[in-house]
T-cell receptor, first 115, second 112 residues
């Protein structure tokens, strides 16, 4: 089945690293994504990782994928107050019959950054 | 490239009225998706278009909902006889490649 789970809340101090975790159940997932949503706004794509990769780094962001445990994490280095938002992980299957590339989202993790 | 554009940004309507939202995807993106997001939840898939063909509909999309993408460019989502439970953020996304899916700012619907 399809299910993506995230912890609901994370609070860190400015300058610390943040680690947001996600688990998924669909082993057929092709791509896994992290989106950021600020209040009242749409979703901003932060980064994504292909399912045959273990790690991807993009400036302050590091994505780790443990395919065996179906665990995905997003690490934000030197977290800033502007990083305060809701972070969603999502999975998709793009190949194979009937796969339309729709995204299956977790319920989101609210990141609070204290000055 | 101005990104995915959605209109209106906000809509307040009375229960029982019909509403229509519009999504303009990134040009040349052949895949277009509609999602619904309620407070405190992640977005949930509603429907998918590849060019002008609607290829998948979620069971969340009751028969009061209809979506079109007549020329494979912009798309509309109509809700007939709105109910309070329809109050949500409606998000549109488009993609061309197998990787990035880009979202618009959403239309927030409030049914009173």
């Amino acid at each position: 089945g399809e299910d993506v789970e995230q912890s609901l809340f994370l609070s860190v101090r400015e300058g610390d690293s943040s680690v947001i975790n996600c688990t998924y159940t669909d082993s057929s997932s092709t791509y896994l994504y992290w989106y950021k949503q600020e209040p009242g706004a749409g979703l901003q794509l932060l980064t994504y990782i292909f399912s045959n990769m273990d790690m991807k780094q993009d400036q302050r962001l590091t994505v780790l994928l443990n395919k065996k445990d179906k665990h995905l994490s997003l690490r934000i280095a030197d977290t800033q107050t502007g990083d305060s938002a809701i972070y969603f992980c999502a999975e998709t299957r793009l190949y194979g019959s009937g796969n339309t590339g729709k995204l299956i989202f977790g319920q989101g993790t609210t990141l609070q950054v204290k000055p | 490239d101005t990104g995915v554009s959605q209109n209106p940004r906000h809509k307040i309507t009375k229960r029982g009225q019909n509403v229509t939202f519009r999504c303009d995807p990134i040009s040349e993106h052949n895949r277009l998706y509609w999602y619904r997001q309620t407070l405190g939840q992640g977005p949930e898939f509603l429907t998918y278009f590849q060019n002008e063909a609607q290829l998948e509909k979620s069971r969340l999309l009751s028969d009061r909902f209809s979506a079109e993408r007549p020329k494979g460019s912009f798309s509309t989502l109509e809700i007939q006889r709105t109910e309070q439970g329809d109050s949500a953020m409606y998000l549109c996304a488009s993609r061309q490649t197998a990787t990035e899916a880009f979202f618009g700012q959403g239309t927030r619907l409030t049914v009173v």
